[in-house]
């Protein structure tokens, strides 16, 4: 399924700089360096940190570009699709009741079931629901996959096609629809293809031509067009229902509640976060060197805050931004901080 | 409980090296950089990666130090203790029943119970014990803590002074004798103190000193004086139950079965990782800037190959050391490779 051939590409060869450290007890304990940038409507980086050509996988980051044919196909229309709903084709869910709950009606208004997916399945990260499942002596499933809603989209998306089945291979027709856009928005050929958590392609770019698509849906207006009112209805979808993008406790429900539809933001695998300012007209991406989610959640707090966004005071800037560390007696043990220059 | 003036010290100072990477088709997708050293029995360096003089907290991977008190100070004896509990007072265990109820037994013979720990509850990492908890509406206590092992031997050594309740405070006399026993092993003053996940102070060091010390457990032979039995029974109770060390799928209880009796392994929070090699003499430590733990136990497995207490060809060492990744519908995705010059 992957090509491992062009070697050499990747943020490994780039110039990343720190961008959070964790101290205890008086010693900085560890550290995160990564990219960061900020684009404008027009494409332009307005700022930078790190490498802005540093070659990252999106990974969920990107589930909004992954959303564009399902809406621009009119497939979305067809299926009478709830705002609801299409934050939840652009979610990494917690697969809480009303994330499970939701892509199982979706399958079965679209005649389908579990057995269509081709996510895989996955524990839910809320604790209720896993929890219930385990008291149920039940085994999760691909509906409690953070992903399913995405692959939901993916199946109204290929139903509208009449296409086959394995919609996660990468010539299928709606990986090809999603590959399209994918280049369009952030006006790059993709780098690279790799296979993603939930199985379906993940195409790689460059920082700034993620930035570049992110800060088209900032600026996307509905009525201008097929692919504008496209971008700005799943912008406005995802601000409208923070609940349904992520889920309780996590950062992209919490920070989007707290900025009250000033930025839609979303989470990836391997510490990538991306915001949509619609306000600013601004996209911002950021990828975090080695992975750790912890130094993106504060890194993008950062620049939300530095942006306009978030205000500096809120308790989430607090919470995402400058996390403390406990002991498990809940002990004041240090705390995860910005490293001096990011975001400054 | 902390002391943050002293700002400064810590890894990120240091000239850390590419240590591992995640490629995913054909693209470096992440990349965590960080420090190791090889250490022999007269405490000086034969080989180094990154900056040896990098100061770390040990976490959890210093455990065996933290016992030298309850067994140099005769306490072990009077209480009848165990090899199978001398190897769980160096364990991060997974809270799995056969750790639980160790604990249990053992705090039952101290005359004592779950509420004389000072460790906090945590949720069991052990899949099996963490179900029947759900399923019996249990919540976790403090005995499925990780750290329960090394408590009880706090409170088996606490038992032998006579000392108070709050054996976790840094001037109480249990945790005066640990940091005198760790400041003579590493041959350094502490550089600084934090409180660690489990409250109990975490005492800094440089890579080499941890690694002299760890040096000086491989050499340690019983019957040579009191420091050196005591080191040689704890390095021979961790490799003689591997189990009791961090439990079933865990890297330092699998790579410790497959090295069979050759080297005794530790991990710590933050990725830390130790190695004890009696018949190289020779001690082991390495940190991985970021805290990503998949990254320390694939360097920590490299660092055994090339010293020859695993072999290449082992099952264990494709595992740990160079981990496939796959979806979770199984598919590859890609692996955890050592970076190029790490190890070498």
């Known amino acids: 399924m992957t090509d491992e051939t062009t070697a050499g590409i990747g943020p490994q060869d780039t110039g990343a700089v720190p961008v959070a450290e964790l101290w205890r007890g008086g010693i900085c304990e560890s550290l995160h360096a990564g990219h960061a940038v900020v684009v404008d409507g027009s494409g332009q980086i307005v700022e930078a940190w790190g490498n802005p050509q540093a070659v990252i996988y999106p990974r969920s980051s990107c589930k909004m570009i992954q959303a564009l044919p399902l809406v621009e196909s009119g497939a979305a229309d067809a299926a009478g699709l709830t705002p609801a709903q299409l934050a939840l084709s652009c979610a990494s869910h917690n697969g809480a009741a009303i994330h499970s709950d939701a892509v199982t009606h979706w399958l079965s208004d679209l005649g389908l079931g579990e057995a269509d997916l081709r996510c895989g399945p996955q524990e839910p990260s809320d604790i209720p629901a896993r929890d219930a499942l385990i008291r149920a002596g039940e085994t999760p499933c691909q509906i409690h996959n953070n992903c399913s809603g995405k692959h939901s989209g993916f199946l109204t998306l290929n139903r509208h096609l009449n296409a086959g089945a394995e919609y996660t291979e990468v010539d299928h027709p709606v990986q090809v629809a999603v590959r399209a856009a994918f280049e369009e928005v952030t006006g790059e050929a993709v780098r690279g293809w790799g296979v993603d958590g939930c199985s379906a392609p993940n195409f790689a770019t460059s920082l700034q031509g993620l930035a570049r698509a992110m800060a088209a849906f900032a600026v996307a207006r509905e009525g201008r067009g097929l692919r504008d009112s496209a971008q700005a209805r799943l912008v406005q979808a995802m601000m409208a229902h923070p609940e349904m993008v992520a ?70 800037a607090k919470k995402w931004g400058n996390p403390e560390i406990r002991s498990r007696r809940g002990i004041h043990a240090g705390e995860l901080r910005i490293a001096p220059g990011f975001g400054a």
């Open 247 to 316: 889920g309780e406790t996590r950062a992209c429900t919490e920070l989007m509640r707290a900025m009250e539809g000033r930025a839609a933001v979303k989470t990836g695998a391997e510490a990538v976060f991306v915001a949509i300012l619609p306000e600013k007209g601004l996209g911002i991406v950021l990828k975090v060197l080695d992975g750790g989610t912890r130094a993106s959640e504060a890194a993008i707090t950062q620049l939300l805050v530095k942006y306009g966004a978030l205000e500096a005071g809120h308790p989430m």
